[in-house]
């Protein structure tokens, strides 16, 4: 299976069965000194291309590559360039378990960052907070709360539950009292079921809930007129399309609240159902907002890449400035040791706008917005 994505005016193609290769024996290996130090400070981002998450880790990517070399172009970390590599996985543990042992290789990486989809960054923390806890994890695409206790990884996105509990909540301002709950994976029903019966709950919400199905199609044929009009949806882009397209064949409207690994933009290049308007939890601002952080992006994205403004494109440009900003921090020569240190020791920041806040070590913030696709194709908000 071959995927293809653009990149900043350059087209690169990925062969599923080359990428634990490609993981295992990457061409930028060079070796470090023994003590973690090199004239060159290099950060890893770990990238899943695999069918499911390509759309969502794309737009990611760019952003990250946009921030990395503005900071270049302006001189780097301490008037030098920072390496910005990329390990490209296809969500299997086997490649996941390659990308560690490369990253454990490299002493010369003082960094993980950005790690991208969201499986990848949840099992990244765990095989780091196991077999490397002196490489700092920062900012990934982390949609679980349970891999916060790592002590090297610092999540600064809202979690997936904080996301299903802003959905509902809104739901509840506007006089909604019953919400359906679809559920595209086991994966997606084993995590997030129980979030969402208790937010409902709280909120004296009735649910139905859907799914899990092998045939996510079926499932959008099989709701009835009586099958609540607004529904949650938890899944990836692929999954919402096809349900959606299904909807499109009955014909009550519907509108569907989808999560943040939802990429909108592609929803709106495959066609989406005049009868399935899509309303996306966001975990950053509004790309089309004014708030500093986002017109830095927007200014970089159009100046380096030929590319449009996303949710997640920014998500990987703030990504990369909170990085770059704690390694300006640091007191000292620029290691995994003292990186991991002026992490663990930093509190609340505002990035241009963005405010992270943290408990201790651990995120507590929740920065979420929504956009919808209307009927018309356009994308509000």
Known sequence: MSLEFNIGRR?????????????????WAQPGKADGTSKQTTVVQIVDVSSGQIDVSKDFLIGSRAAWQDINAKGGLRGRP??????????????LRMAIDTLKSQPQVVACLGTVGGHAASRVAD????????????????????????????????????????????????????????????????AHSKEVERTA???????????????????????STGSPRILIFLGGTPELLQFTQSIEKQATLRYIIAMSDVNL?????????RHAPVI???????????????????????????????????AGFIATRYAFEAMQNIDGPVTRSNLMLTLQRRGSTDLGGFRIDLDGKRRSGSYVTQSMIANDGRIVG
């Open 11 to 27: 087209r690169f193609t990925h062969t599923m069965a080359g990428l634990a290769t490609a993981v295992v024996t990457p061409l």
């Open 82 to 95: 920072v390496q910005h590599k990329t390990l490209e996985v296809d969500g299997s543990d086997a490649s």
């Open 127 to 190: 095989l780091l907070q196991r077999e490397a806890p002196d490489v700092p994890h920062i900012a990934p695409w982390l949609q679980n709360t349970r891999s916060d206790a790592a002590d090297n990884t610092f999540a600064i996105f809202a979690s997936r539950q904080e996301q299903i509990a802003h959905a509902v909540r809104s739901l509840a301002v506007v006089g909604i009292s019953e919400i359906g709950a679809v559920y595209a994976t086991n994966a997606e029903f084993s």
């Open 201 to 223: 709950k709280a909120l004296n919400l009735r649910l139905q809930s859907y799914g899990p199905s092998a045939d996510i199609q079926r499932l959008a044929q099989n709701l």
């Open 265 to 273: 933009q592609t929803l709106t290049q495959a066609g989406m159902s």
């Open 280 to 314: 996306a939890t966001q975990v950053v601002p509004m790309v089309n907002s004014n708030v500093p952080v986002v017109r830095s992006y927007r200014e970089t994205l159009s100046r380096l890449f030929d590319e449009p403004a996303t949710p997640q494109g920014l």
